[in-house]
C-alpha cells in the first residue's frame, strides 16, 4: 500500500487522541490461558456437584455464582479486557450494567402485582 | 515497553505500545481513513465489543422471560428441567469451554505469528463447535421423539403421570393437567434459548471456515491479526451465554422429591 | 451579496463563483460507484433520498387517516382499512423516517468532518446499514402490498399474537432487519467519535451536534437489541403458539410490553436528541454567538439518553401494570423532562443579546423551540397517573407526540436539511420560497394537532375511525390543517430539487459559521480534508472565525 503524504504528519498531538491511554499490546500466554481452562471446568464440576446436594434457595444463587466468576475470567483473559484500554473496561460495564437495568425495572412491576402468582 | 510473550522471535517496531509518531509503517491491510494501526486495531477491538453489548441485550429479554416464569410456575419447571440430560450438557459445557480454549490460544498464535499452530488451533475450535451442536442435535431429537417441542403435538401425559422408578417410587411429583401445561413454557425457552445460541454458534462456526481458509493463506501470520481476536470476542460471548444457560435450564432442582 | 443587516448570508460574487471541480459528487461516476460507495458523504445522500421517499408514503397513509376522520361516520373505508392506515402510518414514520432521519443523513455527512477525521470508523459498515434500511424498508412495501398489518405501529399483544389474521409477521421482520440498520449507524458514530477526533480535538471542543449524536448512538445500540427479541417473540407466538404471550397458557401480554418500551422509549430520544443537536447549531450561528452552558448542554444530552432508558412503563399505566411500579415510573418521568428543558433554557440564553436574524433554517429552529416545549409539557401531564389515565388512548396522546415529532424533530431535520444544504451541494435554496414553505408548515402543524390537544381531553379516543358527532368540528380543523401541512412539505422538495441546478453558489461558509465542516469547500472533497486539521480553539469561537476570516480572500471554483 502507498505510503503517501497523507499520512506523513509532523504535528504534535497535544490531545493524545490517537492513543490516549497508549494500551500496552499485552500478549497473554498459553499458559495463564491454560490455567483459566483449568479453572473453567472445575467451576463446571463445581456447579454439577453442588446442584446434587440441597441447599434450599442457595442452590440457584451458588449456581449462578459460579457461572458469573466463570463469564469474568473469560472477560478479562479469554477476550484479554484486563490488558485493554479504560475505555474497553467501560464499554464492558455498560453492557452489563443496562442488562440489570433491563431486569430490576421491569421485575419492580412484576414483584409488586397483587394479583400475580409471584 | 515489554511484552510478555514465549517465543524468540524480535519484535517488529510497530507492535511496541510506544505511539512513534515519525515510524510509521503499515500493514498491507490499513485502510486509509485511520491515521495510525494502533487506532485502526483499537476501533475494531472497540466496534466488536459494542456489537457484543447488543448481544447481551438481545439475549437479555430471553434471559428475562426466563427469570419471570421459572418464578411464576417453579413447580412445572423443575419436572420439565429434570428432562433435560445432565451429563449432555455437562459434557457440552466442557466441550465449549475447551472449543473456547483452543480460540483464545488461536489468537496468541495469531500474535506471535506461528500460521500453522493458528490453522491447527482455528480448526480444533470448530472441531469442538461442532461437536457441541453434534450433541445439542442428539438432544433435540430426544425431545422431538418424547413429543416435547412446544406446539400443537406437545404430550403432558409424563408430567401428569410420572413414569416410576426400578423400585416403584414415582420419579417426580405428579402435576394436575394445568400446571402441567406450563411445561410448555419451560420447553419454549428451553429452545429458543438453546436455539438463538445455536444459530449463533452456527454463523461463528461459518465465520471459522473463512476465517481457517484466510490463515492458511498466511493472511493473520505478519502482523494483522484483527480478524481473529475480534471473532475471538466473538466466540467467547457466546459460550459466556451457554455458561449460563447450562445451570438455569438443566440445573433447576435436581432433587425435587426430598 | 455580502452580509446586510437583516440576514448573516456571505455568498461568493455570482459572476466568477462556480462549484469546485473535484468534490465528493464528482469524484466517481456511474451508478455503482455510489451503490458501492464507503464515503459517508454519498451514503448520506443515498439516506436522504430514501427517507425522503418512505416519508411521503407515510404521509400519504396520514391524509387517508384525515380524510376519514373529516366525518364521525365510518363511512370512507372498513375499520380494519382504517386499522391498517394508522399502522402503516406509525411503523413508517417511526422507524423508516423519523429513527434515521437525522443521524444518517446529517449525522453520517458531518460527523467525521466536524470532528477532522477523513471517514466513519467502519465505511463498509455504513453501507451496509444503509442496505438494511433499504431491506427493511422493502420488507414493509411487501407487507403493506400483501394486504397491511393492522395491530398498530405497537403490536400490542395479546392483539398482535392471538386476535389478527394479517402480515404481522412480515412487518415485525422488516422493522427487525430495519433496527440492525440503527444499530451499525449508532456503532459506527460511537466509535468514530472516541477514536477518530483530530489532533486537539477535546471532547469539550466537539460541536454539540456530535454529542447530541453520541448520546444517541448509545441508546441506539443498548436499546434496539430488546426491541428485536421483542419482535422475534412475537414472531415465534404467532409462527409456533407457544405461549410466551398467552394468558391461556400461562403467558403474560405485558412481558411484551415491557421489552417493546424498553427500546421504544429511548427511541422517541434517539429520534429528539440528533434533533436537538442541529438546534444548537442553527441558533448559535444565527445568533452570532456562542451556546450558552455548553457544558450543560452537552451533559444534558447524555442524561436524556441515561434516564431515557429508566421511564418506559409510562406507556403502560392502564395496561395491568402494577401500583407501586407505576409511581416509581412516574417520578421518574418527570425527571426525565429536566435535561430537555436545561437545552430549552440553554437555546433561549443563546439568543438573548446575539444578533439575531431569520433566515430559513432560524425560522424552523424557533418553530422547533415552541411546539417542542410545548409537546414536552404536556409530556409532563401524561407523566402524573391521574391524568394519564384520563388522557391515555385519546387524542391528547396522539397530540403530543405530534408535537415534539413533528413540530420538534420534523421541523429539526428541516432546520438542518436548509442549514447545510449549501455544505452538502454547494448551492443554495431560494431564500423567500423556503421561508414561505416554513410558515405554511407551521401554521399548517398547529391548525393540524392544536384541536386534537382539545378533542382528546374531551375524550376522543385515539386509533377509532368514528367518533361521536360533537367532535366533528375540532376534526375538520385538524384536516384542513393537514391539507395545509402538505403543502408546505412539499415545496421543499420542489424548491430543494430546483436549487440543485440553478441555485445560487454557495461558496465554503455562506453563513459565516464556525465548526470544521464551514472551513472546507462546499461540496466536500472525497476526502474531506486536504490535511488533516489541528483543533486550537473552542466550539462556537466567533473571534476565531473573525481573525481567520480578516485576511481571507476567498475564490471559489
Known amino acids: 500500500m502507498a505510503h503517501d503524504t497523507v499520512h506523513e504528519h509532523h504535528y504534535h498531538d497535544p490531545a493524545n487522541v490517537t492513543n490516549p491511554e497508549h494500551a500496552e499490546h499485552h500478549i497473554v500466554t498459553p499458559l495463564q490461558y491454560g490455567f483459566v481452562y483449568i479453572a473453567l471446568l472445575i467451576g463446571t464440576l463445581l456447579t454439577v456437584l453442588a446442584a446434587d446436594q440441597n441447599f434450599g434457595f442457595m442452590n440457584p444463587v451458588i449456581a449462578l455464582a459460579i457461572a458469573c466468576t466463570k463469564a469474568v475470567i473469560v472477560i478479562l483473559f479469554f477476550m484479554h479486557v484486563k490488558y485493554q484500554s479504560h475505555l474497553i473496561k467501560i464499554t464492558v460495564a455498560c453492557g452489563f450494567f443496562t442488562f440489570i437495568v433491563l431486569v430490576t425495572m421491569t421485575l419492580l412491576d412484576y414483584i409488586s402485582r397483587a394479583w400475580g402468582l409471584w | ?258 | 451579496m455580502s452580509a446586510s443587516s437583516t440576514t448573516i448570508l456571505n455568498l461568493p460574487d455570482q459572476t466568477t463563483a462556480a462549484v469546485p471541480k473535484r468534490n465528493y459528487i464528482s469524484a466517481e461516476h456511474g451508478l455503482l460507484s455510489w451503490l458501492l460507495t464507503g464515503d459517508h458523504k454519498r451514503i448520506a445522500m443515498l439516506y436522504l433520498i430514501s427517507i425522503t421517499f418512505f416519508f411521503f408514503i407515510g404521509g400519504a397513509f396520514a391524509g387517508l387517516i384525515r380524510l376519514e376522520l373529516l366525518t364521525p361516520q365510518p363511512d370512507l373505508v372498513a375499520s380494519d382499512t382504517y386499522n391498517k392506515f394508522f399502522t402503516m402510518h406509525g411503523v413508517i414514520m417511526v422507524f423508516l423516517f423519523l429513527v434515521p432521519s437525522v443521524p444518517a443523513t446529517l449525522g453520517n455527512f458531518l460527523i467525521p468532518i466536524m470532528l477532522g477525521a477523513r471517514d466513519l470508523a467502519f465505511p463498509k459498515i455504513n453501507l451496509l446499514s444503509w442496505y438494511l434500511y433499504l431491506a427493511g424498508g422493502t420488507l414493509t412495501l411487501a407487507a403493506l402490498v400483501l394486504g397491511g398489518v393492522d395491530t398498530g405501529w405497537t403490536f400490542t399483544t395479546p392483539l398482535s399474537t392471538h386476535y389478527l389474521n394479517t402480515h404481522v409477521v412480515t412487518t415485525a421482520s422488516a422493522i427487525f432487519v430495519a433496527g440492525f440498520s440503527s444499530i451499525f449507524t449508532g456503532l459506527n458514530f460511537i466509535v468514530t467519535i472516541h477514536r477518530m477526533r483530530c489532533p486537539g480535538m477535546t471532547w469539550f471542543r466537539m460541536p454539540l451536534f456530535v454529542w447530541s449524536h453520541y448520546a444517541a448512538s448509545i441508546l441506539m445500540v443498548l436499546g434496539t437489541p430488546v426491541l428485536a427479541i421483542s419482535l422475534t417473540l412475537v414472531g415465534l407466538e404467532r409462527l409456533i403458539g407457544i405461549g410466551v404471550f398467552d394468558p391461556n397458557k400461562g403467558g403474560d401480554p405485558l412481558l411484551f410490553q415491557h421489552l417493546f418500551w424498553f427500546y421504544s422509549h429511548p427511541a422517541v430520544y434517539i429520534m429528539i436528541l440528533p434533533g436537538m443537536g442541529v438546534i444548537s447549531e442553527v441558533v448559535s450561528t444565527f445568533s452570532r454567538k456562542r451556546v450558552f452552558g455548553y457544558t450543560a448542554v452537552a451533559f444534558s444530552s447524555v442524561a436524556i439518553a441515561l434516564f431515557g432508558f429508566f421511564v418506559w412503563e409510562h406507556h403502560m399505566f392502564i395496561m395491568g401494570v402494577s401500583n407501586y411500579s407505576a409511581l416509581v415510573f412516574s417520578l421518574l418521568t418527570m425527571l426525565v423532562a429536566v435535561p430537555s428543558a436545561i437545552k430549552i433554557f440553554n437555546w433561549a440564553f443563546t439568543l438573548q443579546k446575539g444578533s439575531i436574524t431569520f433566515e430559513t433554517p432560524m425560522l424552523y429552529a424557533f418553530g422547533f423551540m415552541g411546539l417542542f416545549t410545548i409537546g414536552g409539557l404536556t409530556g409532563v401531564f401524561l407523566a402524573a397517573l391521574g391524568m394519564d389515565i384520563q388522557l391515555t388512548e385519546t387524542y391528547f396522546i396522539v397530540a403530543h407526540f405530534h408535537f415534539v415529532m413533528v413540530g420538534g424533530m420534523l421541523m429539526a431535520f428541516l432546520s438542518g436539511v436548509h442549514f447545510w444544504w449549501p455544505k452538502m451541494t454547494g448551492r443554495m435554496y431560494p431564500e423567500s420560497l423556503s421561508k414561505l414553505a416554513a410558515v405554511v408548515t407551521f401554521i399548517g402543524f398547529n391548525l393540524t394537532f392544536m384541536p386534537q390537544f382539545i378533542v382528546g381531553y374531551l375524550g376522543m379516543p385515539r386509533r377509532y375511525h368514528a367518533y361521536p358527532p360533537e367532535y366533528q368540528v375540532l376534526n375538520v380543523l385538524s384536516t384542513a390543517g393537514a391539507t395545509v401541512l402538505g403543502v408546505g412539505y412539499m415545496l421543499p422538495i420542489l424548491y430543494l430539487a430546483w436549487s440543485l441546478k440553478y441555485g445560487a453558489i454557495a461558496g465554503n461558509n455562506p453563513w459565516q459559521a464556525t465548526g470544521l465542516e464551514w472551513q472546507i469547500q462546499s461540496p466536500p472533497l472525497t476526502e474531506n480534508f486536504t490535511e488533516i486539521p489541528v483543533m486550537d480553539h473552542e466550539a462556537y469561537d466567533y473571534e476565531w472565525l473573525e481573525h481567520k476570516t480578516q485576511n481571507e480572500v476567498t475564490t471559489v471554483g
Open chain 2, 1 to 258: 515497553m515489554d511484552n510478555s510473550i514465549a517465543t524468540t522471535e524480535p519484535l517488529m517496531p510497530r507492535e511496541t505500545a510506544v505511539h512513534e509518531e515519525h515510524e510509521h509503517v503499515f500493514i498491507p491491510q490499513h485502510r486509509h481513513h485511520f491515521e495510525t494501526e494502533e487506532q485502526q486495531r483499537e476501533a475494531g477491538s472497540f466496534g466488536m465489543w459494542l456489537f457484543l453489548l447488543t448481544e447481551i441485550m438481545f439475549f437479555g429479554g430471553l434471559f428475562f422471560a426466563y427469570l419471570l416464569y421459572r418464578n411464576w410456575y417453579y413447580d412445572a419447571f423443575v419436572p420439565a428441567s429434570n428432562q433435560l440430560s445432565v451429563p449432555l450438557g455437562g459434557a457440552n459445557t466442557a466441550i465449549l469451554i475447551t472449543s473456547g480454549f483452543f480460540m483464545a490460544l488461536g489468537v496468541w498464535a495469531a500474535e506471535v505469528r506461528k500460521r500453522a499452530l493458528l490453522v491447527l488451533f482455528l480448526i480444533l475450535t470448530t472441531v469442538f463447535g461442532l461437536a457441541f451442536l453434534g450433541i445439542k442435535y442428539v438432544e433435540y431429537h430426544e425431545k422431538w421423539e418424547k413429543h416435547h417441542i412446544p406446539g400443537a403435538s406437545f404430550d403432558i401425559s409424563e408430567f401428569v403421570n410420572p413414569p416410576k422408578d426400578a423400585a416403584g417410587k414415582p420419579t417426580q411429583h405428579a402435576l394436575p393437567p394445568d400446571v402441567a401445561e406450563k411445561t410448555q413454557i419451560f420447553f419454549f425457552l428451553y429452545f429458543a434459548m438453546t436455539g438463538m445460541h445455536a444459530l449463533h454458534m452456527i454463523i461463528g462456526i461459518g465465520l471459522l471456515v473463512w476465517l481457517i481458509a484466510r490463515a492458511q493463506r498466511g493472511d493473520f501470520s505478519s502482523g494483522y491479526v484483527a480478524p481473529i481476536e475480534n471473532f475471538g470476542l466473538y466466540w467467547h460471548f457466546v459460550d459466556i451465554v451457554w455458561l449460563f444457560l447450562f445451570p438455569l435450564l438443566y440445573l433447576i432442582n435436581r432433587h425435587p422429591l426430598q
